[in-house]
């Protein structure tokens, strides 16, 4: 096992090459001016963009450029964000946090209530159980998330004054600025609902949470329907192998035959999709933080896309490219956990 993490760990260099190497080749297609942006910091070098382009090589060959871009990573710097206004690097820092918060609040209940619909699906095969978790997961599947995040802004929040759209209520927004300024609020973790505790600002805490509800439901309801079918497949293929019939002749009784054979055997399936689940979950929190304003990876990204700004596509699609591989690995190693039948070694 130790092995096989070591293997993935140095493959990550062969990662970060070829996802920047594409990108870069991609970005050929904007002009020297445009690619000038990854390194203006200031307004005032807007006036000596010719300088920069000089200076940095934007009209030389691909090869150079992205040599160039290359040694510049090397040594901590990504460029800066017109979009952010700081660096890529303090962006994805101050970023991240918020989307991998956002990101696990949903996970635990996709994951949860998927596998705990899958398995009453599963156990109570074509019944009125089973027929309504199979029409809730085709439903689910087949709503997109922005049509789902809309109408759930349009019923609370327009209709209800519930839920407004951000990280916290104006009121408690303007009051972590001034307790920031001041220092009198210390970010421990960069996670604000870990720091909001750690700081005894319980406050700020539960305005927190209050803003995640309705971000979290929409990523939970669409993307927990694959997890559902997954888990009602995987767990009725389980039910009919022989070593669940083996078991039920020693005399065991149901629930342990359909959760601790069956079920865990099923699971297998589940971690599979789970992966990719979080993948998905970087993927969606596009879409869901642009509808709900929530200042996080995804808003960032589409904003950066929209306005062309190269420093900040390049350094956050080789963060979620690492982060990807981390998520297979993590699955990988699960995998050997809850079937001890896999060895890496």
């Known amino acids: 096992m130790l092995t096989f993490i070591v293997r993935r760990v140095l493959f990550l260099p062969v990662v970060f090459?070829?996802?920047?190497?594409?990108?870069?080749?991609?970005?050929?297609?904007?002009?020297?001016?445009?690619?000038?942006?990854?390194?203006?910091?200031?307004?005032?070098?807007?006036?000596?963009?010719?300088?920069?382009?000089?200076?940095?090589?934007?009209?030389?060959?691909?090869?150079?450029?992205?040599?160039?871009?290359?040694d510049a990573a090397l040594h901590g710097n990504l460029g800066y964000s017109t979009v952010a206004r700081t660096t890529v690097l303090n962006a994805i820092a101050t970023r991240f946090p918020r989307t991998m918060t956002l990101a696990l609040a949903a996970l635990f209940p996709i994951v949860g209530v998927g596998i705990w619909l899958g398995t009453a699906a599963a156990?109570?095969?074509?019944?009125?159980?089973?027929?309504?978790?199979?029409?809730?997961?085709?439903?689910?599947?087949?709503?997109?998330?922005?049509?789902?995040?809309?109408?759930?802004?349009v019923i609370f929040y327009g209709g209800l004054n519930w839920f407004q759209p951000g990280i916290l209520t104006t009121g408690d927004s303007i009051l972590l600025s001034n307790l920031t300024a001041n220092g009198a609020f210390h970010n421990y973790t960069g996670f604000l609902i870990l720091d909001s505790l750690f700081n005894g600002r319980f406050g700020i805490f539960l305005d927190f949470v209050w803003h995640l509800i309705l971000p979290v439901i929409t990523l939970s309801a669409v993307t927990s329907a694959q997890i559902m079918?997954?888990?009602?497949?995987?767990?009725?293929?389980?039910?009919?192998?022989?070593?669940?019939?083996?078991?039920?002749?020693?005399?065991?009784?149901?629930?342990?035959?359909?959760?601790?054979?069956?079920?865990?055997?099923?699971?297998?399936?589940?971690?599979?999709?789970?992966?990719f689940t979080i993948i998905l979950l970087f993927n969606g929190v596009v879409i869901t933080e642009t509808i709900f304003s929530y200042p996080g990876m995804g808003q960032w990204f589409a904003a950066a896309a929209t306005q062309l700004d190269y420093a900040s596509v390049l350094g956050g699609a080789v963060f979620t490219a690492m982060v990807v591989v981390f998520a297979n690995l993590v699955v990988d190693v699960l995998y050997a956990l809850v079937d001890p039948r896999i060895r890496y070694d």
């Open 123 to 153: 156990l109570n095969r074509d019944k009125v159980v089973d027929q309504f978790t199979r029409v809730l997961a085709i439903v689910g599947w087949s709503l997109p998330t922005f049509v789902l995040g809309i109408w759930l802004l």
């Open 229 to 275: 079918r997954v888990m009602r497949s995987s767990l009725l293929d389980a039910l009919g192998q022989d070593y669940v019939r083996t078991a039920r002749s020693k005399g065991l009784s149901e629930r342990v035959v359909n959760t601790k054979h069956a079920r865990r055997n099923a699971l297998i399936s589940v971690l599979t999709v789970s992966g």
């Open 17 to 70: 090459l070829g996802v920047t190497l594409i990108i870069v080749l991609l970005m050929q297609l904007l002009s020297p001016a445009e690619r000038a942006a990854t390194f203006i910091t200031s307004p005032a070098q807007l006036q000596n963009i010719n300088v920069i382009i000089d200076k940095y090589g934007l009209d030389k060959p691909w090869y150079s450029q992205y040599w160039h871009w290359l």
